[in-house]
Each structure stands twice: as structure tokens, then as C-alpha cells.
């Protein structure tokens, strides 16, 4: 069984010229005390999927450190995949009718993987449902495994939490992106917020030419207003919310709304979302709704740099990311009060919260009068980000948590 | 210059935040959770919530101010909570102590916002730290302006801020060492003046380098002569 291959090596030390020397020096002092300690990251893909996209940094980035850490990826069919697709929706509050055979699946894809996988590193990790099983290996060793649950588990259905629970309480803590996603579990519960890496092409500093060119192709004039939403199509991000507000504020600013999303062709829900965007805009050439490719990393990055203002409108939230995105951009932000967005928009300090398609108007108004404000809160925004929701930052707090799990705090 | 006196060690300081099972939906609520919740937990909403948000000096003070101007609405107690100036507290006892009397005096007064329900609810969390060796020491002034200039944000206000918890005084290490270790007293007091609620932490530790070169000037031999 062959670990995830990484293409390049990421030298930390370009990343100095973003968090500064000295906490790198620190991100160094931290990991002495666990050089060539094992850790292996475990999760269902390896490509595709916020998961995979943030291990293809984190892993060089842990090696750069002094970590002997692997990345494996577990292996199912489709029926595996259906199950735990499943699984997913219905720990996001779905209702589901599970069959029992369902969980045959599940269980014998783990025993599976139990036979493919090493599973013998001093920290293992282990990510969201679909490994969960994998704690079997653990027998009596003393490996310390954590479980990092990226999804919200406040309101699960409970056929399957109560399915999955028993191997959740077997792990040494289980991390969550927020505190409203956690359970009342009986093991330690940490938080992590999810993170950006200020090197990669979605987030790395872009040559204006760049930006100019990507304005041009989808015909935005750089001259007036651009307010942007990035999202996927799906209604629990509100595009045609977006639109309402972006219409009310046109009564009193000659602005443009970008709309930006990945590719709906495979998605039937998502083309019809696309569908009812396309309708909802239909009539107004100062609205581009943009069907992107699966992944467009430079051309987001662009669209962010470009925009006047980022929306973030939506209904219901992971952490929503796209916001440190744009924070970490300078961006001002007009984002719902929902989910992970309240931590990173922090009302009248690092972004406006709304909670309604006039309140986020109104938000957005108030910015385009007041450019001054929109800096401020764009400039503090970053800071925020730099602080709180780069990479480097979960880089340490994976750290801390392998020395606290080994009881080696304090040198 | 040389000037004699113990080592300051400089370390290096990380946290894990861990999810507590308390939480408050409303002031009633927040109140029981302040009088129940760990001292980690008060330290994290305050200590550790001020130096992560440091570059905010308008007005951020706390997670509990904070929630109870977004969420609960009510903007005179949480101009009362962010008053609380966490310098002034050698203990976390004391601390709670304030913050408990503060949202009591409040609900007692408005008993018709206590248990009015807030947008979101309020999470009490923990702060779990670690120090780490940073691997160098100070024994002059010279060399403790090189550890201060290269320690990271949370190094920083481990020492400058969250050290009176350690030294349960209204000081803080840097001072502690240059009144304990080096005799320089008023310089001590002048950097324990700095305001960390109205600067940033870059700014404060720019202010600080400036009085510790301030004094090295001083010393100097063509200062001596």
C-alpha cells in the first residue's frame, strides 16, 4: 500500500515573508521536541474536496518540520461511497432511512482497509466519517488517535450518529471547526478553524496584467463597483438572495454583480440552481453569473482581487472559507450570520454581518458611501486572517496538540 | 554595558482551544455558565481572546462583551464587561469574581433581558497551554532586546500580559526580570505603562524596544565618560 505522493516540496521559509521570521522561528521551536516523531493523516480522497486540498500543503509543509508523516487514502467502491455520501447528508440533519445493509457496507470496506493500511504511526489522524472505523486498529497500542470531524454534527440524524458514536468515543479527542458543530461526547473535544495557505495560486499575490486579462474575458468593467459572491450554485447560498440585494443597492449605486461558481454539469441540483441564477439575472448585462471551471484557483483568486465588495449571503454554513479568502485580500465583506462566519467576520471590526437580503443591502450601501471604512475593515480583516485562519496557524495547532497528546508540554 | 543579574529564558507558548459542554443562550444562562465554568475557561475568553484579536484596539476586549453586544444585544453591559481591563487582575478568581458581579447586577436590574434569547448561542471554551524552550536566554540588555524582537505574538503576550496569572502581581516577566534581575526599576514601571488595549501587539512590543533602547543609549561608553 503506497502513501499519497506529493508533488513538490513547499520550503517553509517562504513563509516568512508572510507571518514573519519569528513566528516561524517559533513554528520550529515547537516541533523540535517531536522531530522524527510518525504521523499518519488518513482521509477518503485524494483529490477533490476541501480535505484533500489542505493535506496537499499540510503534509510537505509537517516534513519541512521534521515530521515523518504519510498520507493515506482509504480505498471503496461505489457502494461504499453511496453509503457514506449517505452518511453525510444525514449527519447534516437529512432525514435518512438507513437500511441495515448499509452498514455492512460500511463495516466491511473498514475491515478492508484495516488489512490495506498501516496504521502503526505514533499519531494518526483521521478524517470525517468515512475512516472513522479505522480506530479498530488501535487495539491496545499506545498510538495516540485523533478524529477530525469536518462536517456539523449539531443536529444528526440518529441512526447514523448512533451507529458511528461507538467508534467515535474509542478516539484520544476529536477536533471540530466550531463549537456548535461538537456533540456531548465523553473524549476531549478540540477546536481547529479550518485554514487558508497565503501560497497557493487561490490566495498568492497576482500580477495586475493578470487580474485585467480575467476582468476582460468575462466582460467586468474594472471602472464601476464590482460586488462578488464566489459559491458553488446551491441554494443554501442564497444566489438569488444575492441578487435581490445587489438590485435594491443599483437603485443608488451603477454596480455590477459577479457571480462565480464551480461547474454545475454533474451536480442536477446544481444546474438547477444555475437555472433559477440564470432567470433571476436574465435582462441585466451588469450581472455575470460564471460557471468556472471545477478548479479555477487563479481565476477565483482574481475575482476576489478585483471585487469592491465580497458577499457571502448565505443561509446555512460550514465555516465558509471563501470569507477568509477574501479577507486575506483586504476585502471589505457583507456576510449572513451563520455557521463559521461570525468567527471570521467579526460585526463592525473585520467585515458587516446581515441577516436579511435588506440587511445585507443596507451593509453593502454603507460600504460603497464610506470607501474609508471599507479599508479599515478590509485591513483588519487580513490581520484577522493572519492570526487566526492561515495555514501555518493549523500547522501549530497540530503541533501543540502531539506534544500535549505526549505529555511533553513544557519541555 | 554589562549588567549582571539572572537569566531571563525565553520560551515559546501555544494553545489548544478544547470545546466545553457549557454553553448560554441567554444573560441568565451566561451568568450560570460564568459561576460554573473552569478557570481555563475564563482565561481563554479573556487572556487568550485579547491576544488573538490584538490587532483590534477599538473597542474588542473579551468574548463575553463581545457576545453580549452581537448576539444579546444589549450594549451598556457589554461596555461594563469590556471595561474590565484583565491587567488589573492577578487571578482568575478574581476576574470571575467581577464578571459575575457585573451580568448578575444586570439581570437583577433587567430581569426582562435575562432570559430573553440571544441570536446565537454563547460556547464556554478552554484554553489548553504548552511552553516549549525557545532556546536562548537573556543576560544583558542587549540580548533581551534580540529574544523580545524575535518572539511570536502569543510568545509575547504570554510574557507581557498573561504572566501576572504566574507572578500574581500587576506585572509582568519583562519587568519582573528588569526591576528583579537588573535593578532598572523605572524602566520596569515604563513598560509595564503600556497600554496593550489601545496598541496592537506589534505596537506595544515597538514601544517597548524603543524604552529598552532608550536605556541601552544610556549605558553606553560615551554615555559613561
Same mark, same amino acid.
Given at each position: *500500500?503506497?502513501?499519497?505522493?506529493?508533488?513538490?516540496?513547499?520550503?517553509?521559509?517562504d513563509y516568512a515573508a508572510v507571518i514573519g521570521a519569528g513566528e516561524l522561528e517559533e513554528l520550529r521551536a515547537l516541533a523540535k521536541p517531536l522531530h522524527g516523531r510518525s504521523v499518519e493523516? /488518513?482521509?477518503?480522497?485524494?483529490?477533490?474536496?476541501? /480535505?484533500?486540498?489542505?493535506?496537499?500543503? +499540510? /503534509?510537505?509543509?509537517? %516534513? %519541512?518540520?521534521?515530521?515523518?508523516?504519510?498520507?493515506? /487514502? *482509504?480505498?471503496?467502491? %461505489?457502494? +461504499?461511497?453511496a453509503?457514506?455520501?449517505?452518511?453525510?447528508?444525514?449527519?447534516?440533519?437529512?432525514?435518512?432511512?438507513?437500511d441495515p445493509r448499509d452498514f455492512d457496507v460500511f463495516r466491511a470496506y473498514t475491515d478492508l482497509n484495516l488489512r490495506r493500511l498501516s496504521l502503526d504511526s505514533e499519531f494518526v489522524v483521521i478524517h470525517d466519517p468515512q475512516?472513522?472505523?479505522?480506530?479498530?486498529?488501535?487495539?491496545?497500542?499506545?498510538?495516540?488517535?485523533?478524529?477530525?470531524?469536518?462536517i456539523d454534527l449539531s443536529h444528526p440524524d440518529p441512526a447514523v450518529w448512533d451507529f458511528l458514536e461507538p467508534f467515535v468515543s474509542k478516539y484520544d479527542g476529536a477536533i471540530f471547526s466550531s463549537p456548535e458543530f461538537a456533540r456531548q461526547l465523553s473524549i476531549p473535544q478540540y477546536l481547529f478553524?479550518?485554514?487558508?495557505?497565503?501560497?497557493?495560486?487561490?490566495?498568492?499575490?497576482?500580477?495586475?496584467?493578470?487580474?485585467?486579462?480575467?476582468l476582460s474575458r468575462y466582460q467586468i468593467d474594472p471602472l464601476r463597483p464590482i460586488l462578488t459572491q464566489i459559491s458553488r450554485f446551491d441554494r443554501l447560498k442564497d444566489p438569488v438572495g444575492v441578487i435581490r440585494a445587489y438590485r435594491i443597492v443599483k437603485r443608488y449605486f451603477d454596480c455590477q454583480l459577479v457571480l462565480a461558481g464551480g461547474s454545475a454539469s454533474d451536480d442536477p441540483e446544481g444546474a438547477e440552481v444555475l437555472k433559477e441564477v440564470q432567470h433571476a439575472a436574465a435582462g441585466d448585462p451588469d450581472i455575470k453569473v460564471l460557471e468556472l471551471p471545477a478548479?479555477?484557483?487563479? %481565476?477565483?483568486n482574481a475575482l476576489q482581487r478585483a471585487s469592491t465588495i465580497v458577499i457571502q449571503k448565505s443561509l446555512r454554513e460550514g465555516f465558509g472559507l471563501t470569507?477568509?479568502?477574501?479577507?486575506?485580500?483586504?476585502?471589505?465583506?457583507?456576510?449572513?450570520?451563520?455557521?463559521?462566519?461570525?468567527?471570521?467576520?467579526?460585526h463592525k471590526h473585520t467585515g458587516l454581518l446581515a441577516h436579511s437580503v435588506e440587511g445585507t443591502a443596507y451593509q453593502i450601501r454603507f460600504l460603497l458611501s464610506h470607501p474609508e471604512i471599507a479599508a479599515r475593515l478590509g485591513e483588519r480583516g487580513h490581520a484577522h486572517v493572519k492570526e487566526n485562519f492561515l495555514i501555518t496557524q493549523k500547522l501549530k495547532r497540530y503541533l501543540t496538540l502531539f506534544l500535549t497528546l505526549a505529555g511533553n508540554s513544557g519541555g | 554595558m554589562e549588567l549582571d543579574g539572572t537569566r531571563f529564558e525565553f520560551f515559546t507558548v501555544a494553545y489548544l482551544t478544547r470545546i466545553g459542554n457549557l454553553s448560554a443562550g441567554t444573560l441568565a444562562e451566561l451568568l450560570a455558565g460564568l459561576e460554573q465554568c473552569s478557570d481555563a475557561s475564563i482565561f481563554h475568553h479573556t487572556f487568550q481572546t485579547l491576544s488573538s484579536h490584538h490587532f483590534l484596539t477599538e473597542g474588542f476586549s473579551n468574548d463575553f462583551a463581545q457576545w453580549v453586544l452581537a448576539d444579546a444585544n444589549r450594549d451598556a453591559l457589554a461596555e461594563q464587561l469590556a471595561a474590565l481591563d484583565i491587567r488589573d487582575y492577578p487571578s482568575i478568581a478574581a476576574l470571575r469574581e467581577d464578571l459575575c458581579r457585573v451580568v448578575r447586577a444586570f439581570c437583577e436590574e433587567h430581569p426582562e433581558f435575562a432570559r430573553q434569547s440571544a441570536l446565537e448561542r454563547f460556547y464556554f471554551c478552554e484554553s489548553v497551554e504548552v511552553t516549549v524552550p525557545f532556546g536562548f536566554a537573556a543576560?544583558?540588555?542587549?540580548?533581551?532586546?534580540?529574544?523580545?524582537?524575535?518572539?511570536?505574538? =502569543?510568545?509575547?503576550?504570554? @510574557?507581557?500580559?498573561?504572566?501576572?496569572?504566574?507572578?500574581?502581581?500587576?506585572?509582568?516577566?519583562?519587568?519582573?526580570?528588569?526591576? @528583579?534581575?537588573?535593578?532598572?526599576?523605572?524602566? =520596569?514601571?515604563?513598560?509595564?505603562?503600556?497600554?496593550?488595549?489601545? @496598541?496592537?501587539l506589534d505596537s506595544a512590543r515597538a514601544k517597548l524596544l524603543r524604552l529598552l533602547d532608550r536605556e541601552r543609549r544610556k549605558h553606553e561608553p560615551s554615555a559613561d565618560r
Open positions: *500500500m503506497n502513501p499519497v505522493q506529493i508533488a513538490s516540496r513547499i520550503p517553509l521559509d493523516m /488518513v482521509n477518503s480522497t485524494a483529490v477533490g474536496g476541501g /480535505v484533500a486540498e489542505i493535506l496537499n500543503r +499540510f /503534509v510537505p509543509l509537517s %516534513e %519541512e518540520l521534521g515530521l515523518r508523516i504519510r498520507w493515506d /487514502v *482509504m480505498t471503496g467502491g %461505489e457502494d +461504499f461511497f453509503v457514506t455520501k449517505a452518511f453525510h447528508n444525514a449527519l447534516h440533519g437529512e432525514p435518512y432511512h438507513p475512516p472513522a472505523g479505522l480506530i479498530a486498529a488501535r487495539k491496545n497500542s499506545s498510538a495516540h488517535w485523533i478524529w477530525r470531524c469536518h478553524h479550518p485554514a487558508i495557505d497565503p501560497l497557493s495560486e487561490k490566495n498568492r499575490e497576482l500580477p495586475p496584467e493578470f487580474i485585467a486579462d480575467v478548479w479555477a484557483p487563479l %481565476e477565483v470569507v477568509s479568502e477574501a479577507l486575506w485580500k483586504k476585502k471589505p465583506v457583507v456576510a449572513s450570520a451563520v455557521g463559521g462566519i461570525p468567527t471570521q467576520v467579526i | 543576560a544583558n540588555l542587549d540580548e533581551f532586546r534580540d529574544g523580545i524582537s524575535r518572539l511570536s505574538h =502569543a510568545s509575547f503576550f504570554f @510574557n507581557f500580559i498573561s504572566s501576572r496569572l504566574r507572578l500574581h502581581l500587576r506585572t509582568n516577566d519583562f519587568s519582573h526580570w528588569l526591576a @528583579n534581575g537588573l535593578g532598572l526599576m523605572p524602566l =520596569a514601571d515604563n513598560i509595564n505603562r503600556i497600554d496593550i488595549y489601545t @496598541n496592537t
